[in-house]
């Protein structure tokens, strides 16, 4: 009976460090995505249980406030799909200066919360930039889904727009 449990002990200890090796190991690119998301969704879900700063600025955004950066996403997206690399990299630029301006028009007080809450959007940004100046589309357009994933986690949580018209810009 004490040879089982310690068998089951075993086991238990490799699978759990075959796991975490696996983890280490280059995985598919499915795979990767899947992996890169199970992550990211915990650290978001941490994210909000310690920052409550954070759903404060976020309430001054809406749905429409984020519109812009959805465009440029998916204008990299249409590049890359039509190897216009050049073209992927200033629209992923362009998402990157819109999520600065989003987070600096709430205010100096409240950018550095929400420049935390950008902060997987902008992780992902800089890999697919990485990747497009190593001429590695297929991870560029990995990362600018992966952009794109963390973007609408970020947009479902906001109203659709304001009445009232204010808060763009044009």
């Given amino acids: 009976m004490k040879s089982s449990r310690v068998s089951i002990a075993i086991v238990a200890a490799t699978v759990l460090a075959t796991t975490m090796a696996a983890t280490q190991i280059q995985l598919p690119l499915f795979q990767q995505e899947a992996v890169a998301q199970n992550a990211s969704t915990t650290n978001q879900t941490a994210g909000n249980q310690t920052q409550g700063g954070g759903a404060a600025v976020m309430a001054n955004l809406t749905q429409a406030d984020i519109g812009t950066v959805t465009d440029s996403l998916n204008t990299a997206r249409e590049s890359l799909q039509t190897n216009d690399t ?22 100096e007080q409240n950018m550095k ?58």
């Fill in 86 to 107: 050049t073209a992927a990299y200033d629209a992923m630029n362009s998402v990157d200066s819109e999520l600065f301006g989003l987070a600096n028009d709430q205010g």
């Fill in 113 to 170: 919360a929400l420049m935390q809450q950008f902060k997987p959007i902008q992780d992902s940004i800089d890999s697919t930039r990485d990747a497009l100046r190593n001429n590695d589309t297929a991870k560029a357009l990995q990362q600018l889904n992966t952009a794109d994933t963390e973007l609408l986690k970020i947009t479902q949580q906001l109203p659709p727009e304001e009445e009232e018209g204010e808060g763009e810009e044009g």
